[in-house]
Every structure is written in C-alpha cells, then in structure tokens.
C-alpha cells in the first residue's frame, strides 16, 4: 500500500494551548478522509497534543520533541531542528508522498531532505503567495516581523520550486500568482480545494436552533495576529459600540502573549469589558459551532487569505458573512458573502449595524449561503488530492 506521510511541524502554543489554524484543519479533514493510503505522520509535540484532542489517528508518527512558540526564532528553531533531524527509522519507497502541509520552511526543510535522499515524491501546500513586505504591511505588522516573514516564505518557495515534484496550491488564485510572481510553470501546479465538514455542522445547527443568533451579534474566529485583521477587528467592534452600546462580540483563537496584551489592554482602554469575549481556541467541535451559531454575524476583518475555511464553516452553521474583498478570495465565494472594500473599517461597521438592523437582510444572505454550501462538503475532496 502507497505510503503518504504528512508533515505539520508549524503548531504553536501560546498560554498553555496549542492554536489551530484553518490549513491545519483542512490537513487533519484530508488525512481523516483519504483511503487506501498507509497514513504516516512528522509532527512536533503541538502537534501531535492537537491531533489526540481532535481524535487524529494514523498508522505512523515520528514526533520533533519541541514545543513551537510564537515568534521568529522559534520558528527558525524548529526549522532548523527538523532539518537536521535524523529520519532513518522512516521507510519510504520511490512511489511513496512526503506531504508538506505548508510553505514555512519548518516543513519545507524536511520535505526536501527526505525527497533527495529518499527519493520519494514530495507534494508541497502552498496555501497564500506573500506580497513583498514593502507592499503590503499585513495589517500594521511592525517592521522586523514582517520582512523576517517574508524572507522565511521566499526561501521556502524557492525550495520548493526547485525541489518540489508537485505544488498543491489551495484555491485558483494562489495557482495564478504561484506562476506570475513565483515564475513556476503550471503544469507543476495543482489547484486544490477547502471543504466543510458539513453534515456534522448541519447536525449542530439543528440541535441548537433555538439558540440561534441569541448571544453574540456578530462573531470572529482566527489566529489572533496582524495579518488576521486583529487591529481592524478592535476597531471595527469599537464602532459599532459607540452606535449599539450594547453590542457583544465573541472572538474564537489564540495568540501570542504580546497580541493578547494589547487586545486586553484596548479592551480596557475604550471600556469594552461588556461588548468583547475572548473565548481563547475552542477544540471541541460542538463547542465552537455551538458559539458561532449563536451570532446574528460571522465577521472577518483579516488582509490575508487564500481560501478562508471559516466563512464556509459559518455558513453551513447559518451565520451571514461580512469579509473584506481580498482578490484571492471573492472568486471563491462569490456573491455568497457580503464584502466590504479592503481595509476600510467604517464601513465594516457600518454594514454590520445595517445587518444587524434588518432580520430580513440577516435572513436573505443565510438562505443563498444554505443552497451554495453544501458543494464544498470535504468529503468529495481528500481522494482528489493526490491525483
């Protein structure tokens, strides 16, 4: 039997729990849902935590002792320890897939070694193509993290279109600009898609209709940094608060300590102890769309995305969507959304009081999420990955 061994070693952990991002989602859906592979798996001590508390089975795991932090030299840190890791005890075969879940050089590193060595095949993730950092400043990034971000990204790109045998880019967009700007030829390019696991969300929606819409009016769900929209996120929910007073929003994921200083600290400042609940990352399923349910509203203020899982996932649970119109992302999700022009928070806010203001608007964009989403069910596509 063909051998795929995945490789997630990017995980961090910030005040005692590991955070989940969507693409570490959509590689546990993919590795749940593949058949008639030998599942093998190199992680960090992160990641193999996330994948007992989600219920992640495979047949092999070789673990990276080493818990991942936030912040750039932990990142350089696993990076290096993953490189310079013996791999010995991993058997694979000329046939055999090394699954590199990202394009951060933490598993780009070891993919490149095991496919010179090993001679196995190498399918490399790319989930976003970076803008130069003189661009695009990733929603107020200071200045050091951003270029060092990039320059990781650029070197690991660069790997991976030298070494690479194929690049599964999540989403025709991030396909396009891997050949416009990483100068990559398409025929070593295969777009593939996100999904929802949408029947175990219907099932959610169902038991838990009565609470629909009854606590939050609008929710956020997402890695708490600057290039998710955190900094937009305040101010936008500040807004809204200076009209509804008694506007509540939840906000779903985890952080850095420095992040999760500043969000308390203007929490504080701008007196929004009432209007804003941090719920940290949420691991249980039923738990977390239980919350989501529970908004009027979805909301994504993030400047970067190449697919963005969650507006899918808040759509099959039955909460419209207000998301910036980020060019990798509209063609995705069409007219399905409601989007607000690029990084301009007033009229973040102002649509989201106009929704929060009209049931029936609230009712018409949930009715045409509902028709349009069960065509992403993640189910039809992990066994098109590899083909």
């Known amino acids: ?39 093998h798996i190199l ?64 598993d780009v590193l070891p993919a490149m070694k095991m ?19 003189w661009k695009d400043k990733r929603g107020n990034t200071p200045f050091v993290p951003r270029y060092l971000y990039w320059l990781n990204r650029a070197f690991s790109g660069f790997l991976i279109k030298l070494f690479a045998t194929k690049i599964l880019a999540v989403s025709e967009p991030t396909k396009e600009k891997l050949i416009s700007m990483k100068k990559i030829k398409p025929e070593r390019i295969k777009a593939v898609d996100c999904g929802v696991n949408y029947e175990k969300i219907i099932e959610v ?24 929209g955190v900094s937009d996120l305040l101010e936008i929910w500040k807004k809204v608060v200076a009209v509804k007073k008694d506007a509540k929003l939840g906000v779903i994921g985890e952080g850095s300590e420095d992040i999760l200083e500043k969000i308390n600290a ?9 209007n804003i609940k941090l719920f940290g990352v949420v691991y249980d399923f039923e738990e977390k769309f239980r919350i989501i349910n529970s908004s009027k509203l979805f909301i994504l203020p993030s400047h970067e995305e190449n697919w963005a899982i969650v507006i899918g996932e808040a759509m099959a649970i039955g909460a ?17 959304v409601e989007w607000v022009e690029r990084f301009d928070t007033d009229q973040f806010s102002e649509k989201i009081l106009k929704y929060l203001g009209d049931e029936n608007l609230r009712k018409q964009k949930m009715e045409k999420a509902d028709t349009f989403i069960p065509s992403l069910d993640r189910k039809n596509i992990a066994n098109n990955e590899l083909k």
């Not at 910030?14 to 693409?23: E, L, R, T």
């Not at 496919?115 to 950092?133: G, L, Q, R, S």
């Not at 929606?205 to 998710?228: C, H, I, P, Q, T």
Request: charged residues 30%; proline residues 2%.
């Open 266 to 274: 203007f929490i504080k400042e701008n007196k929004l102890e009432n």
């Open 205 to 228: 929606r169902k038991k838990y209709e009565s609470e629909k819409g009854a606590e939050f009016d609008a929710v956020f769900m997402k890695r708490l940094n600057y290039g998710k």
């Open 1 to 39: 039997m063909k051998k795929v061994l995945f490789i997630i070693n990017g995980m961090t952990k910030s005040n005692g729990k590991v955070g989940i991002s969507g693409g570490d989602i959509r590689l546990f859906e993919v590795m749940k849902n593949m058949d008639q592979v030998e599942k």
């Open 115 to 133: 496919k010179i060595f090993k001679k196995a095949k190498w399918y490399a993730v790319y989930h976003w193509v970076e803008d130069y950092p």
């Open 43 to 106: 992680t960090t001590t992160n990641g193999l935590s996330a994948m007992e508390k989600l219920g992640i089975s495979c047949d092999e795991k070789t673990i990276i002792n080493y818990e991942v932090n936030p912040g750039a030299f932990s990142n350089l840190w696993v990076s290096l320890v993953s490189f310079f890791k013996s791999y010995r005890k991993i058997k694979l075969e000329k046939d055999d897939i090394i699954y590199s879940s990202c394009e951060h050089l933490y």
């Open 320 to 336: 419209p969507v207000l998301v910036y119109d980020l060019p990798e992302i509209t063609s995705i999700w069409k007219d399905n």
